[in-house]
């Protein structure tokens, strides 16, 4: 079995790759894999996805997809066929998008699409991959070298106002608590501070509560569908 994870930016792919990286060792253990590719923008994800998803839907039928693109912005798309306001307006718009391509590319009838569906789940990283960042405070303090205490911001961190996301929070910590004063870039910088974690567990619960439900949610599906657990 094979994962297919859509997701909008290169950051998003280099992050998820190294938060991943036990994971997906054991996964191939079992004979699976987790591929995670990117679509360019949030637009381009949204022109995309009901291709990309519908032909591999269709390519395995051992094989599932995960579409990840952010929650946020979503004003720009108020007067499209993407039109969504909240989580479960996104994964409407990403089923609505892959129904249609497997119904119009590939003529399967609308009892056939809701059995492929089965395979296909539409999430979200709620605001963008940096919430991660914020999820995995004691990696990120290291990484920044402050013994500043860190965690002046909404828990769940999934919460955060849309006003002030987690990649402004991130930016802002880069040049205020950094011992080298330096500028965030997600490319490089996500991805150093997420191949600290060990435990994906130890981010998803934090503070007697879960911190990500929406991500939890999309490993655990993951973890369902596989039979190997994202965290135990």
């Known amino acids: 079995m094979k994962v297919w994870v859509y997701v909008e930016g290169q950051a ?11 994971w997906r060792k054991a996964l191939r253990s079992k004979g699976h894999g987790i591929k995670i590719v990117t679509l360019d923008n949030k637009s381009n994800f949204f022109k995309k996805i009901g291709p990309r998803v519908s032909e591999k839907l269709v390519g395995e039928a051992s094989d599932i997809v995960v579409g990840l693109p952010d929650l946020y912005p979503n004003s720009p798309y108020q ?6 306001s909240d989580i479960d307006e996104l994964k409407r718009v990403q089923q609505k998008e892959v129904s249609a391509a497997l119904e119009q590319t590939y003529s399967y009838s609308k009892q056939e699409v809701k059995k492929l569906l089965e395979r296909f789940l539409g999430a979200a990283l709620k605001h963008d991959l940096e919430m991660l960042l914020l999820a995995a405070k004691d990696e990120l303090r290291s990484y920044l070298r402050t013994s500043d205490q860190l965690g002046s911001w909404k828990n769940p961190v999934e919460e955060q106002d849309q006003e002030r996301p987690p990649k402004y929070i991130v930016e802002e910590l880069f040049v205020t608590k950094s011992s080298q004063k330096r500028a965030y870039r997600d490319t490089i910088h996500a991805r150093a501070v997420l191949q600290k974690v060990s435990d994906i567990k130890k981010i998803i619960f934090a503070n007697n509560q879960i911190q990500c439900p929406i991500f939890k949610s999309v490993l655990d599906w993951i973890g369902e569908k596989t039979g190997v657990p994202a965290y135990q």
């Open 12 to 22: 998003d792919r280099v992050a998820l790759e190294a938060l991943w990286e036990n």
């Open 79 to 84: 007067s499209t066929k993407y039109k969504h």
